[in-house]
């Protein structure tokens, strides 16, 4: 499929047909409403979340979850920003041609299949964490649109016989991440970057594949995930100002 420049220039509001005729689309469908579902869930109703980071309207929360004595911490992050729609939120976080503007933890990025205008399939591999392996990851990311000025981001593992795990110097990661976003402004008003305002829900659960100091690899994510989401979400801020607004 021939993804041109201007179908990826905002999520679209509706799914694109291409996705709901691929062998992936019933997965991405699921996963893509389990994610969404959760992430507006607060971290109140479930025991054993702590807060690890907070900064402004950023709050970070983990979960210590250990599989055979690999580091498997679920992770949920929640933000606040002003001035910019969970549509271009969404945009930014999801279209490779801004990912190495913003990810500090990539080496390369690959496009493995253009799906569609709202799902693709990527190849990354990551800066190695010392003393572990270096990672890679095969996921496949769809954007949609949900009621009440909603959009999201889901980012889950997959598979692909071109691209086989653990093959060279690369251990290979599972990951589901989910970006939710919600826009919201004073009732009666018309939305403009002067009035709006976007929750933003983070969730992630990286699986190392393989292992990896529990020490190190903490101590890294504590580092990594509030630089990410900051970096983020200034970056989208800065490259929306002084645009029209898109909703
Ligand atoms: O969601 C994020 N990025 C998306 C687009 O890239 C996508 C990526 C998901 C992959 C997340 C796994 C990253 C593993 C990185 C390992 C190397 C980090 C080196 C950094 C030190 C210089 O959804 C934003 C992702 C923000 C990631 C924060 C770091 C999380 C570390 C978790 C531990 C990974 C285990 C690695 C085992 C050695």
């Not at 950023?58 to 498997?72: A, I, K, L, N, S």
């Not at 949900?146 to 692909?160: E, I, R």
């Not at 990951?175 to 008003?189: D, K």
Request: glycine share 6%; charged share 20%; proline share 6%.
């Amino acid at each position: 499929v021939e993804v041109t420049r201007d179908e990826v220039e905002l999520p679209p509001p509706s799914i694109d047909n291409r996705l709901t005729v691929h062998s992936l689309w019933p997965e991405i469908d699921r996963i893509s409403t389990e994610q969404l579902q959760a992430a507006f869930e607060g971290v109140g109703g479930q025991i054993g979340w702590q807060l690890f980071a907070e900064e402004g309207d950023m709050r970070m929360y983990r979960r210590e979850v250990e599989v055979d004595g690999m580091v498997m911490d679920p992770l949920k992050a929640m933000h606040k920003v002003r001035g910019v729609s969970a549509r271009e939120m969404c945009h930014y976080f999801f279209n490779p041609q801004y990912r190495y503007e913003w990810e500090t933890t990539l080496e390369t990025m690959n496009i493995v299949e253009a799906i569609s205008s709202d799902a693709i399939v990527f190849h990354q591999t990551f800066k190695r964490i010392w003393p572990a392996s270096q990672r890679d990851a095969l996921f496949w990311s769809h954007v949609r649109a949900a009621p009440q000025h909603t959009y999201v981001v889901t980012n889950h593992s997959t598979t692909n016989d071109e691209y086989p795990s653990n093959t060279g110097a690369c251990i290979r990661l599972f990951v589901t991440v989910c970006l939710a976003c919600r826009t919201q402004w004073p009732a009666g008003e018309t939305p403009s970057r002067d009035n709006i305002s976007t929750s933003i829900a983070y969730c992630s659960t990286v699986n190392p594949g393989g292992w990896a100091p529990a020490g190190v690899l903490r101590a890294v994510y504590k580092r990594e995930y509030p630089k990410f989401l900051k970096r983020f979400t200034n970056y989208v801020v800065e490259q929306c100002r002084g645009k029209p607004l898109v909703m």
